[in-house]
């Protein structure tokens, strides 16, 4: 399936923050994250919009499908680590999150301690599609065109799989299993750490 692919940009803040919330609304990690589905309707846009500002601020590459509907946001590891959060990162979570604001930092903590420790690595934070839009193909379609771009750069991408679902999606992909799967909370799903080498030219 052929699928034109964009770059997004700073205009595109709220978009992506209304894409990032739908695409991420239900499943086991957002039920232990706010358990309420109320509140999370509430809560997410607001967390949604300091990961959308900060990467479209520069922080990430965000490449779209044409329509809008799928989002896949890719951190340089220049130095080891993403720059996945704005300076004021910490008041922004509270004040977005509010009784929350734990899980969300414990999960934050949790995917930190499974970054690789490599530098010049592609982290994949995040790909979305909104709930109408999946299955059809489109997150596999964003990071098949990123990742033709890492393999002419001969560079490692990394991720973490937020279900055992999206791992079997990601191992179709190239992706391997990078250390010991991960809990946020010992009531929390487990998280799956994947890398992906480079693949030589054919």
């Avoid at 799928?70 to 990162?89: N, R």
């Avoid at 934050?108 to 499974?114: C, E, I, V």
């Avoid at 679902?165 to 991960?182: F, M, Q, T, V």
């Amino acid at each position: 399936m052929s699928v034109p692919i964009a770059t997004a940009g700073r205009a595109d803040a709220d978009r992506l923050t209304r894409l990032l919330s739908d695409a991420f609304l239900l499943g086991d990690l957002a039920d232990w994250l706010v358990p309420d589905l109320a509140q999370r309707r509430e809560i997410y846009p607001r967390y949604w919009a300091i990961i959308a500002r900060h990467a479209l601020a520069g922080a990430a590459t965000v490449d779209v499908t044409d329509a809008g509907s799928a989002a896949a946001l890719w951190y340089a590891a220049g130095g080891g680590e993403p720059d996945l959060v704005p300076g004021d990162y910490d008041a922004l979570l509270a004040s977005a999150c509010g009784r929350h604001v734990d899980r969300f930092a414990a999960l934050d903590r949790a995917m930190h301690d499974a970054y690789p420790d490599r530098p010049g690595y592609a982290y994949l934070g995040f790909v979305g599609v909104t709930p109408e839009r999946q299955r059809a193909g489109l997150g596999a379609a964003l990071l098949d065109h990123r990742h033709r771009q890492l393999d002419r750069a001969g560079s490692a991408a990394f991720l973490i799989a937020s279900s055992a679902g999206s791992a079997r999606l990601y191992r179709r992909l190239g992706y391997r299993p990078a250390g010991p799967d991960i809990r946020p909370g010992p009531d929390a799903p487990a998280l799956y750490p994947m890398l992906r080498e480079p693949r030589p030219a054919t």
